[in-house]
């Protein structure tokens, strides 16, 4: 019984070095509030169409990017309650990033954007390429992972995970092709 409280003491005091930007997200009252270090968790990545080559795979050779794609980041709290939800829209190049604007975690471990945050697509302008695929997991939620990535300005940190690529796919491809 002593050993599992210890492992539970250690583990609780570990996590935060292992995770800093989980320990970093939290809203000190003690400091003024112009002096409190805003951070911001972002998500980006790519959506594209599949080529016909490659229907019914998740490969994405000779894919195109789609731009002004729909795509959806949903979040659950450890209760699997979706805590958070935005669609948000790519650009020319078929890119998208994803500010996170309003996301919050009540358990700084349990509802971490690795473990509850997931992306998924919604829709494509293309009418040629808009059936939904499961490539990287777009159509039931592609997890997040961490790239290591940080944008870092004088009172603002970004925190920044990547998801996918995703891709749409085209209704009808030849014969040849399926």
Not at 2 to 23: G, W
Not at 53 to 58: L, N, P, R, V
Not at 65 to 85: E, G, M, T
Request: aromatic residues 8%; contains cysteine; charged residues 20%.
């Amino acid at each position: 019984m002593a050993s599992r409280q210890l492992i539970i003491l250690i583990s609780t005091l570990l996590i935060p070095l292992a995770f800093p930007s989980i320990a970093a997200t939290e809203y000190d009252p003690k400091k003024p509030e112009e002096v409190q270090k805003k951070i911001d968790v972002v998500v980006e990545g790519m959506i594209y169409c599949q080529s016909c080559d490659h229907y019914g795979t998740w490969s994405l050779t000779d894919a195109e990017p789609i731009p002004s794609a729909k795509v959806s980041v949903i979040c659950k709290n450890h209760k699997d309650q979706v805590s958070f939800y935005k669609a948000f829209v790519t650009d020319l190049k078929g890119y998208f990033y994803a500010q996170l604007e309003g996301f919050k975690m009540a358990h700084s471990i349990l509802d971490h954007p690795l473990h509850g945050c997931h992306l998924k697509l919604v829709s494509s302008p293309l009418a040629n390429c808009s059936d939904l695929s499961n490539v990287n997991n777009g159509l039931y939620g592609a997890p997040l992972r961490s790239e290591n990535k940080r944008l870092l300005g004088r009172n603002y940190e970004a925190v920044i995970y990547a998801a996918g690529p995703l891709a749409f796919r085209p209704s009808h491809c030849s014969n040849t092709h399926s």
